[in-house]
């Protein structure tokens, strides 16, 4: 069973927002976004007891509850069994809610269930007002088959039983908060199915090692014994065994007299509350859970073996990675022997013999910031190793691992898989304090916009078909996008020195304003990271050369960029606007016809620096230096400046 979503209302800065899932999702915004607090409502619905406080409430606005729900779906035949009354369409939703104001209801779990609204008010009621609603009710012809009752603990089981019968006479509600719960409520029903780690960022993992709830590495060692531990048959056999000893023990026939207790409270609680009574009912146990066995972590690096605690921060962080990799090796070599095992040969062969019913819950994994401590190979290991995680592609992967990470690298991210990105953002709201919101977008949609914006014939373009036109420009720098405030795409290397270089000699610092220009080797590549940018709500300015009178001009390349920007079609445009660019020629065309004595400061500048002019166009250091030379000299290039003013005032409004 895997998470699906998860809407969250009035906690943080997230008034009202839902986070659609996939196997693997990547939160990528900017520092102070709400990236976290996605990450932090998770864990606050499956923690047992959070410390609540004002400040965790939108605006500190305690009035309103705060609202964690979580939608699951890939549902084992067990779930479905576990969460039968709660199941809807192969999916069900469970609500923490979190009160102040409320302290009764503050950190319940809510199921949704088919409720018939006629009976809201009977269930609100107590005492002989139930009963007695109840049987004003019955006396309706629509509610006739309703059957009598004389308590008031009859209501509901008869009520429930009505709604089983007619269920397109009702709509789903939130229950009375009696859900299963993650742990402690109920029989804890969520734990055996769905498995919870934060990995957060600001927490050593030498703090983790600790026995607790808030401790990952302890978390995923617990994990990783178990999955060793269930492929023993005689543990499990004796787990079983043990199970049915204690509920022949407990179970109501050993205990005759419960009844008669019942009845002998009944008589007492009637003297001081008539038509009122009292039923003892065994609840069903819970699975016995037999204690693992504690590890004490240490680590071994330049033959110097340590706790954790003594560790690098790099290294404590690739342990978590680690024990994430080696859980899922063992699930691999339990179902493995599970399935290879002779069912008819009773030796161990020098080691127990696998249970091959004892499947581990799904596994959901948080982690904010992966890359932190990591140099960049290994940032780029530990991307692929979370992919495969929740790709299932570590060969014989027996349960669903879900990967859920925020993170600020780009080497953790790609425009091929922006199916995985969700981009959080903050704007304005009503209660005065910006609110977080949260963006997402599809490779098909991309590929079905570029299809008809293109114009080409034939069945219409999908992810498949777009994803091998996006290798050639699949790198960090273009990744680089997806973390900006405002994306400029331009040509090539010349190009984004000119602007950055002109840019800083009006005194802007495009990257310090959060400005990504992004060299897309030829116009020819800038269509598809231009609307996926774009579809993924971040602001996009587009600079290119028109090439009139070349060879390789490709004017529909022209008219193509021209669509995407929504204004009027071209050969060869030239013009400035508030949505992008397209110059004369090309770039050094322009430069050399707007700036007196260019191309012979760029020469002398390359030589005395030992580049090629190719190499020193690309510098924006040599390039600045020669723009402020002809700005001295009163010599400025016009259109440079209104592209790079034109960036400024879209940058400016974003945000606003």
């Not at 139930?130 to 012809?141: G, I, M, V």
Request: one cysteine or more; hydrophobic letters at 40%.
């Amino acid at each position: 069973m895997i998470l699906e979503s998860v809407q969250i209302t009035n906690f943080l800065s997230i008034v009202d927002e839902t986070l659609r899932l996939e196997d693997l999702t990547v939160l990528v915004g900017s520092n102070g976004s709400g990236k976290s607090a996605f990450l932090r409502a998770v864990d606050y619905f499956f923690l047992g007891s959070p410390k609540i406080s004002d400040e965790d409430f939108h605006a500190r606005d305690t009035q309103k509850d705060i609202a964690v729900t979580l939608t699951f779906t890939g549902l084992s035949d067990e779930a479905k069994l576990d969460f039968q009354k709660y199941v809807n369409d192969e999916r069900f939703s469970v609500t923490r809610v979190f009160s102040l104001g409320n302290p009764e209801i503050s950190g319940k779990y809510f199921g949704s269930t088919l409720q018939h609204a006629a009976f809201k008010a009977i269930r609100g009621a107590s005492g002989k007002e139930k009963t007695n609603a109840y049987k004003a009710l019955r006396d309706q012809a629509a509610y006739s088959e309703l059957p009598a009752v004389s308590r008031q603990d009859q209501v509901e089981p008869a009520l429930i039983a009505w709604e089983e019968a007619h269920p397109d006479e009702c709509t789903r509600s939130r229950d009375s908060g009696q859900f299963l719960g993650y742990t402690g409520v109920g029989q804890g029903s969520l734990r055996r199915h769905i498995r919870f780690v934060l990995v957060p960022a600001v927490r050593e993992a030498a703090k983790e090692t600790e026995e607790g709830r808030s401790s990952p590495i302890s978390e995923l060692l617990d994990l990783v014994v178990r999955s060793r531990m269930a492929v023993h048959a005689e543990l499990e056999a004796l787990r079983q065994e043990t199970q049915g000893k204690l509920k022949e023990l407990v179970s109501p026939s050993e205990s005759p007299d419960l009844d008669h207790l019942g009845g002998a409270l009944s008589q007492t609680l009637q003297q001081y509350a008539t038509d009122t009574a009292i039923r003892l009912q065994w609840q069903d146990l819970a699975d016995l859970a037999f204690p693992q066995p504690k590890a004490l972590v240490k680590l071994r690096e330049h033959d110097f073996e340590c706790t954790v605690d003594r560790a690098g921060h790099g290294l404590q962080r690739a342990l978590i990675v680690t024990l994430l990799q080696h859980l899922e090796a063992e699930r691999h070599k339990g179902q493995a022997k599970a399935v290879d095992a002779d069912p008819g040969d009773d030796s161990d062969g020098g080691g127990a013999t696998p249970a091959a019913d004892t499947p581990l819950p799904g596994l959901l994994i948080a982690i904010e910031e992966p890359e932190l401590y990591q140099h960049p190979n290994r940032q780029r290991q530990i991307s692929s190793v979370l992919l495969r995680l929740a790709k299932g592609e570590i060969p014989g992967v027996a349960g669903r691992t879900q990967i859920l990470y925020s993170t600020h690298s780009p080497l953790l991210v790609s425009l091929d898989r922006m199916d995985q990105v969700r981009r959080v953002s903050r704007a304005a709201s009503d209660t005065g304090v910006k609110q977080t919101l949260v963006r997402a977008a599809s490779l098909n949609s991309v590929a079905a916009e570029l299809w008809e914006l293109s114009g080409k014939p034939g069945a219409k373009w999908h992810a498949d078909s777009l994803r091998p036109r996006l290798e050639g420009i699949l790198n960090p720098w273009m990744n680089e996008g997806f973390f900006s405030e405002l994306v400029v795409l331009v040509e090539g290397e010349s190009d984004r020195a000119a602007l950055l270089a002109h840019a800083a000699t009006k005194g802007h610092d495009l990257e310090a304003m959060g400005v990504s220009v992004i060299p897309c080797d030829g116009k020819a590549s800038m269509d598809r990271p231009a609307l996926i940018f774009r579809k993924l709500g971040v602001p996009t300015y587009i600079v290119w050369d028109n090439d009139q009178n070349r060879q390789d001009a490709r004017p529909d390349v022209n008219r193509l960029l021209c669509r995407i920007l929504g204004r009027a079609e071209e050969d060869y445009p030239t013009f400035v606007e508030a949505r992008g660019a397209c110059i004369q020629g090309n770039l050094e065309q322009l430069l050399e016809a707007e700036l007196a004595g260019y191309a012979e400061r760029l020469q002398a500048a390359c030589a005395a620096q030992g580049l090629t002019t190719r190499e020193g166009r690309k510098k924006p250091g040599v390039v600045r230096a020669i723009l402020t030379e002809c700005s001295a000299q009163g010599s400025e290039s016009a259109t440079l400046g209104a592209i790079v003013e034109a960036i400024v005032v879209k940058r400016r409004r974003s945000v606003t």
